[in-house]
């Protein structure tokens, strides 16, 4: 967003709640890369360095970061976790952090999807005399080799870490609740995500056909090792919301048998797991890879939150022009399944312009 402001001189001021750019990034976990190519990962107006590979890593997306902040002389307020957004009766925007207040015109708000991590206490689960994380504080599987791990949730970060645990020789168990939507990383050599991009160009229904029928030759029937059939086209669960899993490597380790597939748990004891088909199974530790909520009605409060989000606590649009809700803006809200930074570069570009379109302040 800000790179947005910068390229058309607009005046911007960008409050970061740690003391580093790609905070997030540089806290995940060792393995992961994007699952997106890198021709459509870019921020806007500058490409990934040629040197970089199609899947940009952690530590590369960390030092494209701080590169895009030096290119757009982004230099942001650091250490001003934001606590409070309200407009003032004169118009204004205002925001508190813990240690300031910040007046605005216009505020946009990109604190994430995945801001507040989501950690459901499982029936039980104090009795476990193992390690419990959420997948947050995983960084690597070392620590587990040799060990029985329950990965709790076959997101993104699930899949991958019951991958990552098969690396380190461990023994995982995903625990899944329903049918689990599946993509290829590659199909057929070729990256998933251009063909994504391509195909959303199309109508919602034959976006789906097209998906589904991709899924059914690169995936197939997974019910039979415990992943379910699901009911709609991952594009079709994408556009709702539901993000399907971007496969690199965890389902043909499922289909080896060196992850095995549980459904839903029903009870944690001391040293083991209770699932919901009464099976019973021991375990050392569990990696809640439950996923994470953007956390937006904390800052917003109640009031502003009911007018703004949907049910699942994500804006409903990217800016809004009813009484009172003008120049607020939301960046970084919407997971397409053509990537989420490619929308990003699309949803700042459309901000920004607006933005512009009404700036009444010399640039």
Partial sequence: MAGQLAQRGLPFTVLEASEHIGFAWRNHYDRLHLHTVKQHSALPHLPYPATYPTYVSRLQMVEYLER?????????????AVTNIQKQADGLWRVQTQTDVFVAERVVVATGYNRVPNAPELPGQRAFRGVIWHS???????????????????????????LDLVEHDARP??????????????????????????????PNWFYDFMARLSQR?????????????????PSFDTRRGKIPVIDIGTLDQIKAGKIKVAPGIERVNARSVTFADG??????????ATGYRPGLTALLGDALAHRILNERGFPKSLWFNESGLTDLYFLGFTTP????????????????????????IPA
Avoid: C, W
């Fill in 68 to 80: 895009y902040a030096e290119q757009f002389d982004i230099k942001p307020l650091y250490g001003q």
């Fill in 136 to 162: 947050r504080e995983y960084r690597n599987g070392a620590a587990f080799r040799n060990e029985d791990v329950l990965v709790v949730g076959m997101g993104n970060t699930g899949a991958e870490i019951a």
């Fill in 173 to 202: 168990v995903i625990s899944v609740r329903g049918p689990v939507n599946i993509v290829r990383r590659d199909v057929f050599g070729r990256p998933a995500q251009p063909t994504a991009i391509f195909l959303s160009k199309f």
């Fill in 217 to 233: 030759f690169s995936v197939g029937d997974m019910s039979a090792y415990g992943l379910g059939k699901p009911e709609h086209a």
């Fill in 279 to 288: 099976s019973e199974r021991p375990f050392d530790a569990i990696v809640l």
């Fill in 337 to 360: 399944l053509t990537g989420v930074i490619y929308n990003l570069t699309i949803d700042s570009e459309r901000i920004a312009n607006h933005i512009a379109k009404n700036n009444f």
